[in-house]
């Protein structure tokens, strides 16, 4: 496996439920991101890992939960979710948090909450 | 807050052709950095080109090259001698300069996105 994997590809759960996602690079990166991807609407960022330490979170509701074990995996804790949470969720990495630095980006995981 | 503004939903341009995206952007900080991903059908998201807002050459990668306009907050993107694998969505990104020190807000801030199209 190269770059930035995500599972699973797609996820279709009901509001009650409680999902995981999972991201992981391969690329020896620092940082790792996750951004919300929903339609006709831009990429927002949702929370910042710096060596395993959370930088940022752009005031995302409480039924999402990061956690970053290791600077090679991410995940996002899902439980009671709405219908508009729906929507591609795209994990990223980058060397480090500094400015101009690539960030690559996962393929994403469609989710569907019912 | 930076925003991030692509005018144009979706363009379509003819294999071989030259197409412009255009993307203007509002912000108070004097340095930052811009982006131009691309995301094709079902893909991943990669970079295109960048550029740096201290820099006054404008960025170029191959047949991708951009018109920054610093006065203007303009950022748009040339492609030129348009290929078929070239139809995707592209967006414009913008980020604050470096956070290392604690300061500034992370992560790319982006365009909502154009939908290039290639006609054969």
């Known amino acids: 496996e190269t770059g930035v994997t995500q599972t699973p590809r797609h996820l279709v759960m009901g509001m009650t439920n409680k999902k995981s996602l999972k991201c992981e690079q391969h690329?020896?990166?620092?940082?790792m991101y996750w951004y919300k991807q929903s339609a006709k609407k831009p990429l927002e960022l949702m929370f910042v890992?710096?060596?395993?330490?959370?930088?940022e979170n752009n005031s995302v509701p409480s039924r999402f939960s990061p956690e970053c074990p290791n600077s090679s995996h991410l995940f996002l804790h899902l439980h009671t979710l709405q219908p508009e949470d729906s929507a591609l969720y795209l994990c990223?990495?980058?060397?480090?948090?500094?400015?101009?630095?690539?960030?690559?980006f996962g393929p994403g995981t469609r989710l569907t909450v019912l | 807050a930076q925003t991030v503004t692509q005018s144009q939903p979706e363009m379509s341009v003819q294999e071989a052709e030259t197409v412009t995206l255009s993307c203007t952007y509002d912000?108070?900080?004097?340095?930052?950095?811009l982006f131009w991903y691309k995301q094709p059908p079902s893909r991943q998201m990669i970079l295109v080109i960048r550029?740096?807002?201290?820099?006054?050459q404008n960025a170029t990668e191959n047949r991708f090259s951009v018109n920054f306009q610093k006065a203007a907050k303009s950022f748009s993107l040339k492609i030129s001698d348009s290929q078929l694998g070239d139809a995707a969505m592209y967006f414009c990104?913008?980020?604050?300069?470096?956070?290392?020190?604690?300061?500034?807000?992370?992560?790319?801030?982006f365009g909502k996105g154009t939908h290039l199209i290639i006609q054969p």
């Open positions: 990104a913008y980020r604050s300069p470096l956070v290392l020190s604690g300061g500034g807000a992370d992560g790319l801030t």
């Open positions: 550029q740096e807002a201290y820099k006054q």
């Open positions: 690329l020896g990166h620092n940082a």
């Open positions: 990223a990495s980058s060397r480090d948090r500094g400015s101009y630095n690539e960030q690559f």
């Open positions: 890992y710096s060596l395993e330490e959370r930088v």
């Open positions: 912000t108070s900080e004097s340095d930052y950095y």
